[in-house]
């Protein structure tokens, strides 16, 4: 017998910046108050679990994951009287919530590490990783390479140097020390007793150092996982952990363990490979990076996702491709940072609905667990004159009313968009409410159809062959819930053969047509189907 599907298996995520959402208290910065008069929107998405970003105190000098202290919420944001009525109004709704669990490393500010480095007897001291020089684990690649020139920094104070693989304000924690796993339990039950529902490891495949290997996907790493899932498995047996790691799938697959690590783990390969796709009008990246992705383990689900608060990361393509993406998708060099692209989706996009309701049907029919960044349900745009990845997290936009109905300060925590092509005059919420060709209301269709679908939410999946490259499609099966999936990811007709019956009906038939002459079916530019056979 097959096992029940977990709910995490089927869920649709929508990733929440606070920041960035709804200010209901004037201050310029989202807050929960903010939010919770917006979770009628979530909802009306059609998605089932929020992912809270970092809403700890913090410097916010990386917009929260540099955490100065695990147990509270960021004044800005609210209280901690706040976080939890906004966990409530949610769970009324139906709606489940995760939070962001930083564990590699904390903020600089944060009081372990002040103590760390003033006193080298305090027990925080060994709380971080400190050398004497900056020799060691010379095979660690810099992941922000726009701003770090090394993993290790040199601290005055403590006259010692502490590895970082992040900024430098962002000093790793020793794994090493069972103190700092005792501190992790501690933080993971404190969320977890509030009642939420699972967390988002971040950065977890960096825990360990270890001369003469990369420092990542360690075993060590791995051991520590296991017991963070122990735990949750014997304390919260109905909640989700989900892995934050940037790797190919093959190093991928070890932090899904026997099922007894991460249920859920991001596959960072597809993405920038569905862009690549449909602006190439071939399916070839998308067939082969699924050809190379193993089989995970019953209960465990990938996730996936079109754009997010960082950068289009083009580090799990090759460089011939990457350059091929920046040519493509970033031809001005502020579009760049690191080793990838900040840009939002629907730009990205040239604003192009053919473009978008492909791409989008695509990424909610293949694999996995989606999760949809806010603001990408109107097509929000991005400001690639701000610092950083800040020009894809601007306010959002609700209406045409000042600061984008986002809030009524003079001053906002970052400029709302304001340009001739994505300024909030034209597109925000209110604007979308209503019209049944916007993405908002396109948004709500596909997610709601796939939701419908049993096959879509977590079935079977299996390619089929069209005898084109510009071709896509796959069938997902699930009990008697059987859909076929096809796609023509060029601007152009394409003819194929292919067995659709009489009796299927296509999901997504709002405008498009098939037309068929005997098995030949002609597909228009960047033609989106999804055929259910008849009950
Ligand atoms: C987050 C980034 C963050 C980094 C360091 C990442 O995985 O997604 O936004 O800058 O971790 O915490």
Redesign the pocket.
Same mark, same amino acid.
């Given at each position: 017998m097959k096992e029940k599907k977990k709910w995490f298996q089927e869920a649709v995520f929508y990733e929440l910046y606070i920041r960035a959402f709804a200010d209901a208290n004037g201050s310029g910065h989202g807050d929960f108050r903010g939010a919770i008069e917006k979770l009628d929107h979530i909802k009306s998405l059609g998605v089932d679990c929020i992912w809270v970003m970092p809403m700890y105190p913090s410097p916010l000098k $990386? $917009?929260g @994951? $540099?955490v100065a202290d695990y147990y509270g919420i960021h004044p800005d944001y609210g209280s901690l009287d706040d976080f939890k009525a906004f966990l409530n109004a949610a769970h009324e709704r139906g709606l489940r919530v995760i939070t962001d669990l930083?564990m #590699? +490393?904390t903020s600089s500010d944060h009081p372990w590490f002040q103590e760390a480095r003033q006193n080298p007897d305090s027990p925080y001291r060994d709380y971080f990783v400190w050398s004497d020089t900056n020799e060691k684990y010379q095979d660690t690649r810099i992941i922000f390479l726009d701003t770090e020139a090394s993993n290790w920094t040199y601290d005055e104070m403590a006259k010692q140097y502490f590895w970082h693989r992040? @900024?430098s304000h962002?000093p790793d924690l020793n794994f090493d020390n069972p103190a700092v796993h005792e501190e992790m339990f501690r933080i993971i039950r404190f969320w977890m007793d509030m009642g939420i529902d699972g967390f988002r490891a $971040?950065?977890i495949p960096y825990l360990y150092q270890r001369e003469g290997t990369n420092c990542e996907n360690l075993p060590e790493t791995h051991a520590f996982l296991k017991k963070v899932r122990r735990l949750m498995d014997e304390e919260y047996p109905d909640a989700v952990l989900i892995a934050?790691a #940037?790797q190919w799938p093959e190093d991928l697959l070890p932090y899904f363990g026997d099922g007894d690590e991460f249920q859920v783990c991001f596959h960072f390969p597809i993405m920038p490979r569905l862009y690549q796709a449909l602006k190439a009008g071939d399916k070839t990246p998308i067939v082969d990076i699924w050809k190379r992705t193993p089989s995970i383990p019953e209960g465990t689900q990938w996730m996936t996702f079109l754009r #997010? +608060?960082?950068e289009l990361t083009l580090e799990m393509v090759t460089e011939e491709v990457r350059q091929w993406m920046w040519d493509a998708y970033a031809p001005e060099p502020r579009m760049r940072l690191n080793l990838g692209i900040r840009r939002r989706q629907y730009p990205l996009l040239e604003g192009d609905k053919r473009r978008w309701f492909i791409l989008n049907a695509m990424f909610l029919s293949l694999p996995g667990a989606p999760i949809i960044y806010y603001g990408d349900e109107i097509g929000m745009g991005d400001n690639i004159w701000l610092p950083d990845?800040n020009g894809v997290r601007t306010p959002m936009q609700w209406s045409a009313e000042k600061n984008g109905g986002f809030s009524t300060a003079e001053k906002t925590y970052l400029p709302v968009i304001d340009d001739d092509t994505y300024g909030y005059q034209r597109v925000n919420v209110a604007a979308q409410e209503g019209d049944p060709d916007s993405i908002l209301a396109s948004t709500r269709f596909l997610i709601r159809t796939r939701q419908s679908q049993p096959a879509l939410r977590s079935g079977e999946f299996e390619w089929e062959e069209t005898g084109s490259t510009a071709v896509m499609a796959f069938r997902r099966v699930e009990g008697a819930s059987e859909i076929l999936c096809l796609f023509n990811l060029a601007d152009s007709t394409k003819e194929i053969e292919a067995d659709i019956r009489p009796d299927m009906v296509d999901l997504l038939a709002r405008k498009q047509t098939v037309r068929r002459g005997g098995s030949t079916v002609i597909l228009e530019p960047f033609a989106a189907h999804w055929f259910r056979a008849a009950a």
């Open positions: $990386d $917009d @994951y $540099d930083v #590699n +490393h992040f @900024y962002q $971040d950065a934050e #940037n #997010n +608060h960082d990845r």
